[in-house]
């Protein structure tokens, strides 16, 4: 004869699992969420020394950011205690950088950038600020479709971002600077 086992106990015993278990990830964005907006968090190390600082990404709604999971390995904490550093990226934005004119509609050239500020974790203080530019668009044409009106070139990679960051993460701690203010790109 075949039994089953009732699905409530099942998911019960399931629940209670997931209930022992911690997720460190989450446990730092958390405890890091007010950094962004310049709220430092006692526990976290001081962004000092050389070697790695521990690095954590944030978007520009104090979650985490896409990039977060291309982090080198090395550069990502275990703990609050251990993060020294929070890149805050703000919402990547699309600037225009030339209008060409036609006889029909205009064409405006568009390229997306990101401005990012790198926070120290444990003060909130900013130690650098930078806007990441995406790739410029192609160039207009002398003769183009009439219904063309935008040219975009390609989102910001996050090559760029951890180039910008890899100064900061790897090596000797640079100086805090001192801006207006946590939304301040620099």
Known sequence: MRTSTPLFITLGVFTLFLAGCSNPQAEIQAALAGVCSGQGA???AAYAGSGVH???LF???GEDNGWSDDLPGEWNPGSVEETQLVACVEAEEEASIEVCQYDGPDITRYQYEAAVRLVEARTGAVVAATVL???EPRQCRQTEDY???RLAGDPVPFSAAADW???YAEGDAAPVVALAGPSDPG
């Open 147 to 149: 219904d063309l009106t």
């Open 165 to 167: 960051l890899r100064r």
């Open 59 to 61: 978007g520009w709604n």
């Open 133 to 135: 530019m995406g790739s």
């Open 54 to 56: 521990p690095i954590v």
């Open 42 to 44: 006692s526990q976290a």
